[in-house]
Protein backbone atom coordinates (compact mmCIF):
# COMPACT_ATOMS: atom_id res chain seq x y z
CA UNK A 1 0.00 0.00 0.00
CA UNK A 2 2.84 2.26 0.55
CA UNK A 3 4.33 1.82 -2.64
CA UNK A 4 1.53 1.98 -4.69
CA UNK A 5 0.62 5.74 -2.38
CA UNK A 6 4.48 6.95 -3.24
CA UNK A 7 3.90 6.02 -6.83
CA UNK A 8 0.16 8.21 -7.08
CA UNK A 9 2.47 10.70 -5.16
CA UNK A 10 5.26 10.47 -7.49
CA UNK A 11 2.90 10.51 -10.79
CA UNK A 12 0.73 13.63 -9.17
CA UNK A 13 4.02 15.08 -8.80
CA UNK A 14 4.84 14.65 -12.42
CA UNK A 15 1.72 16.04 -13.83
CA UNK A 16 2.05 19.24 -11.63
CA UNK A 17 5.25 19.63 -12.53
CA UNK A 18 4.56 19.07 -16.46
CA UNK A 19 1.76 21.56 -16.28
CA UNK A 20 3.85 24.21 -14.44
CA UNK A 21 6.35 23.85 -17.03
CA UNK A 22 3.57 23.83 -19.89
CA UNK A 23 2.11 27.35 -18.36
CA UNK A 24 5.83 28.57 -17.97
CA UNK A 25 6.07 28.10 -21.45
CA UNK A 26 3.22 29.58 -22.92
CA UNK A 27 3.93 32.49 -20.77
CA UNK A 28 7.07 32.78 -22.16
CA UNK A 29 5.56 32.65 -25.80
CA UNK A 30 2.70 35.08 -25.33
CA UNK A 31 4.41 37.84 -23.35
CA UNK A 32 6.95 39.10 -26.19
CA UNK A 33 3.69 38.69 -28.52
CA UNK A 34 1.48 40.60 -26.36
CA UNK A 35 4.08 42.89 -26.07
CA UNK A 36 4.87 43.63 -29.99
CA UNK A 37 1.54 43.73 -30.58
CA UNK A 38 1.07 46.86 -27.76
CA UNK A 39 4.21 48.52 -29.66
CA UNK A 40 2.54 48.17 -33.37
CA UNK A 41 -0.66 49.53 -31.37
CA UNK A 42 1.10 52.34 -30.15
CA UNK A 43 2.91 53.44 -33.40
CA UNK A 44 -0.41 52.99 -35.58
CA UNK A 45 -1.69 56.16 -34.05
CA UNK A 46 -5.48 56.86 -34.32
CA UNK A 47 -7.42 60.30 -33.84
CA UNK A 48 -9.65 60.53 -30.71
CA UNK A 49 -11.98 63.21 -29.83
CA UNK A 50 -10.14 65.51 -27.73
CA UNK A 51 -6.69 64.62 -29.16
CA UNK A 52 -4.76 68.27 -31.09
CA UNK A 53 -4.42 67.22 -34.97
CA UNK A 54 -1.98 68.35 -37.25
CA UNK A 55 -2.62 71.52 -39.18
CA UNK A 56 -3.29 70.24 -43.45
CA UNK A 57 -0.99 71.94 -45.73
CA UNK A 58 -1.90 75.37 -46.43
CA UNK A 59 -4.98 75.25 -44.21
CA UNK A 60 -5.36 76.75 -40.71
CA UNK A 61 -7.99 75.56 -37.79
CA UNK A 62 -7.87 79.41 -36.82
CA UNK A 63 -9.38 80.35 -40.25
CA UNK A 64 -12.79 79.00 -39.00
CA UNK A 65 -15.01 78.21 -35.82
CA UNK A 66 -15.25 74.56 -36.66
CA UNK A 67 -13.78 72.77 -40.01
CA UNK A 68 -15.11 69.14 -41.33
CA UNK A 69 -12.39 67.64 -42.69
CA UNK A 70 -13.15 64.86 -45.36
CA UNK A 71 -10.10 62.55 -45.41
CA UNK A 72 -10.91 60.87 -48.75
CA UNK A 73 -8.88 58.47 -51.13
CA UNK A 74 -9.34 59.04 -55.33
CA UNK A 75 -10.31 55.54 -56.26
CA UNK A 76 -11.69 54.81 -53.12
CA UNK A 77 -15.45 53.01 -53.64
CA UNK A 78 -16.86 53.94 -50.21
CA UNK A 79 -15.67 57.71 -50.28
CA UNK A 80 -17.12 57.55 -54.43
CA UNK A 81 -20.70 56.04 -52.68
CA UNK A 82 -20.02 59.39 -49.89
CA UNK A 83 -19.67 62.15 -52.72
CA UNK A 84 -24.07 62.88 -52.52
CA UNK A 85 -23.50 63.81 -48.58
CA UNK A 86 -20.35 65.74 -49.35
CA UNK A 87 -22.32 67.66 -52.45
CA UNK A 88 -25.10 67.91 -49.43
CA UNK A 89 -22.37 69.27 -47.39
CA UNK A 90 -21.05 71.73 -50.13
CA UNK A 91 -24.42 73.08 -51.07
CA UNK A 92 -25.17 73.86 -47.03
CA UNK A 93 -21.88 75.86 -46.44
CA UNK A 94 -22.43 77.60 -49.77
CA UNK A 95 -26.28 78.78 -48.63
CA UNK A 96 -24.54 79.69 -45.13
CA UNK A 97 -26.64 77.11 -43.57
CA UNK A 98 -23.77 74.78 -42.20
CA UNK A 99 -21.95 76.01 -38.88
CA UNK A 100 -18.43 74.99 -40.31
CA UNK A 101 -15.65 75.06 -43.15
CA UNK A 102 -15.69 71.78 -45.15
CA UNK A 103 -12.61 70.86 -46.71
CA UNK A 104 -10.98 67.90 -48.25
CA UNK A 105 -8.01 65.96 -46.93
CA UNK A 106 -6.40 63.46 -50.09
CA UNK A 107 -3.26 61.75 -50.32
CA UNK A 108 -1.72 62.64 -54.36
CA UNK A 109 -2.49 65.77 -56.18
CA UNK A 110 -6.01 67.51 -57.65
CA UNK A 111 -8.84 66.38 -57.29
CA UNK A 112 -9.74 63.23 -55.81
CA UNK A 113 -13.36 62.92 -57.27
CA UNK A 114 -12.47 64.15 -60.42
CA UNK A 115 -15.61 63.54 -62.94
CA UNK A 116 -17.55 62.07 -60.39
CA UNK A 117 -18.52 65.13 -58.63
CA UNK A 118 -21.91 66.90 -59.94
CA UNK A 119 -20.36 69.83 -62.64
CA UNK A 120 -23.18 72.50 -61.24
CA UNK A 121 -22.53 71.70 -57.55
CA UNK A 122 -20.15 74.33 -55.54
CA UNK A 123 -16.40 72.06 -55.32
CA UNK A 124 -15.13 71.61 -51.65
CA UNK A 125 -11.88 73.31 -50.28
CA UNK A 126 -9.29 70.09 -51.35
CA UNK A 127 -6.04 69.93 -49.46
CA UNK A 128 -3.53 67.55 -51.72
CA UNK A 129 -0.33 65.41 -50.61
CA UNK A 130 -1.79 65.00 -47.41
CA UNK A 131 -0.88 61.45 -45.78
CA UNK A 132 -3.57 60.05 -43.80
CA UNK A 133 -1.85 58.21 -41.41
CA UNK A 134 -0.11 60.65 -40.75
CA UNK A 135 -2.70 62.87 -38.82
CA UNK A 136 -3.91 59.59 -37.53
CA UNK A 137 -6.75 58.57 -40.32
CA UNK A 138 -6.35 54.82 -41.18
CA UNK A 139 -9.35 54.51 -42.64
CA UNK A 140 -11.46 55.77 -45.76
CA UNK A 141 -13.81 57.84 -45.60
CA UNK A 142 -13.51 59.20 -42.20
CA UNK A 143 -14.93 62.63 -40.92
CA UNK A 144 -13.21 64.65 -38.35
CA UNK A 145 -14.75 67.54 -36.82
CA UNK A 146 -12.15 69.88 -35.60
CA UNK A 147 -12.00 72.61 -33.84
CA UNK A 148 -10.50 76.34 -34.02
CA UNK A 149 -8.12 75.03 -31.62
CA UNK A 150 -7.10 72.20 -33.63
CA UNK A 151 -8.97 69.55 -31.11
CA UNK A 152 -10.98 67.30 -32.59
CA UNK A 153 -14.44 67.16 -31.59
CA UNK A 154 -15.78 64.37 -33.15
CA UNK A 155 -15.08 61.40 -35.56
CA UNK A 156 -17.53 59.28 -38.05
CA UNK A 157 -15.44 56.43 -39.59
CA UNK A 158 -17.16 54.80 -42.75
CA UNK A 159 -19.86 55.39 -45.10
CA UNK A 160 -22.80 56.97 -43.05
CA UNK A 161 -26.33 56.10 -43.24
CA UNK A 162 -28.74 58.71 -44.21
CA UNK A 163 -29.83 58.77 -40.20
CA UNK A 164 -26.23 59.25 -39.63
CA UNK A 165 -25.40 61.67 -42.00
CA UNK A 166 -28.59 63.99 -40.97
CA UNK A 167 -27.54 63.50 -37.31
CA UNK A 168 -24.23 64.69 -38.38
CA UNK A 169 -25.92 68.14 -40.03
CA UNK A 170 -27.80 68.50 -36.81
CA UNK A 171 -24.67 68.36 -34.48
CA UNK A 172 -23.08 70.57 -37.07
CA UNK A 173 -25.51 73.31 -36.49
CA UNK A 174 -25.73 73.11 -32.77
CA UNK A 175 -24.47 76.10 -31.10
CA UNK A 176 -22.86 74.96 -28.19
CA UNK A 177 -20.56 72.72 -30.17
Known sequence: MNDQSGKNRLRTAGYVLLCICSITA???????????????????????????????????????NRSVVLAVKAGCPYCESSIPFYVRLAELERNHSLKAHVVVACPGFGDPFGSLW???????????????????IPVTPTIVVVSSHGGILDIWEGILSTKDEDELVRYLNQEDR
Open 26 to 64: SLALLIPAKARRRVLEINKAHVYKGMLIAELKGYSWSSA
Open 118 to 136: PSAQPRLQTVSHTELADLG
